[in-house]
């Protein structure tokens, strides 16, 4: 079976930092995709950053602001989140798919809440 925990989320106050970690289990995507995704209340889940093979990926409204990795033996991903904003507020999501840049994300975390005050 596979699993992603995802873990750090938190309450953190504007232009502070927070640090989220994902444990994939059951397989390794070192090969493949892993990302981030978020969801606000009342709005549609949002991509955030994706690291695959040797390259990364951002959303415009994160980028400079927000990095990902991963740690191939240990098949965990990271998102390190800088001077976040209020509007950095939702619930975040780990995703991972086999291929790294073809097809849906085939398997989620249950997420995890960030909360930015201002």
């Known amino acids: 079976q596979v699993q992603l925990v995802e873990s750090g989320g938190g309450l953190v106050q504007a232009g502070g930092s927070l640090r989220l970690s994902c444990a994939a289990s059951g397989r390794t995507f070192s090969s493949g995709a892993m990302g981030w995704f978020r969801q606000a209340p009342g709005k549609e889940r949002e991509f955030v950053a994706v690291?695959?093979?040797?390259?990364?990926r951002y959303a415009d409204s994160v980028k400079g602001r927000f990095t990902i990795s991963r740690d191939n033996a240990k098949n965990t991903v990271h998102l390190q989140m800088n001077s976040v904003k209020p509007e950095d507020t939702a619930v975040y999501y780990c995703?991972?798919?086999?291929?790294?840049?073809?097809?849906?994300?085939?398997?989620w975390g249950q997420g995890t809440q960030v909360t930015v005050s201002s």
């Open positions: 690291i695959r093979l040797s390259s990364t």
């Open positions: 995703a991972a798919r086999s291929n790294a840049y073809v097809g849906e994300y085939e398997f």
